[in-house]
């Protein structure tokens, strides 16, 4: 009797050593992939910090990323709203011959978006090293109409 406990002890002991070696090498292939998934949005784009942005953001064009309520709450002058949301459908507006400058509140989705355009033949795609939040040019806000 007291062997067959210690059996079933064993055994339980095993299963729940099986079931958490397996929950890890789930939980190390999901960071694995997370990362890679980093990486390949760091060298779809370039990091612009302000200064590099400013100066040559004439020559680009400058696509915000957020959802149009928020692009309207207040957008770098001469940006054009494109949300993340709608740009696999509306990556046609762009041209690939001139440089893309892209933004939103931080940059995890501008990443993102350049690594779409890059998927799509887009080239020479850079991001707003600080994001939106981090802009000190100058901006618009669309007017209020009641």
């Known amino acids: 009797m007291l062997s067959e406990i210690h059996e079933r002890g064993s055994l339980f002991l095993n299963t729940w050593t099986i079931v958490t070696i397996v929950l890890w090498v789930l939980i190390i292939a999901y960071a694995g992939w997370e990362l ?4 390949k949005r760091k060298k779809a784009a370039t990091s612009l910090d302000n200064e590099t942005f400013k100066e040559d953001m004439r020559r ?3 696509v915000d990323v957020r959802e149009k309520d928020v692009f309207n709450s207040g957008h770098i002058l001469g940006a054009r709203n494109i949300p993340y949301s709608q740009l696999k459908q509306r990556s046609g507006e762009l041209r690939n011959d001139q440089p893309i400058y892209l933004y939103e509140k931080k940059r995890t ?3 993102r978006a350049a690594l779409l355009l890059k998927k ?3 080239a020479n795609l850079y991001v707003l090293e ?3 939040s981090g802009w000190d040019g100058k901006i618009k806000r ?3 109409v009641n």
């Open 36 to 39: 890679l998934q980093y990486f």
């Open 60 to 62: 680009a064009q400058i």
């Open 109 to 111: 989705m501008s990443y």
């Open 120 to 122: 799509q033949g887009f």
């Open 130 to 132: 600080d994001g939106y």
């Open 142 to 144: 669309k007017k209020h």
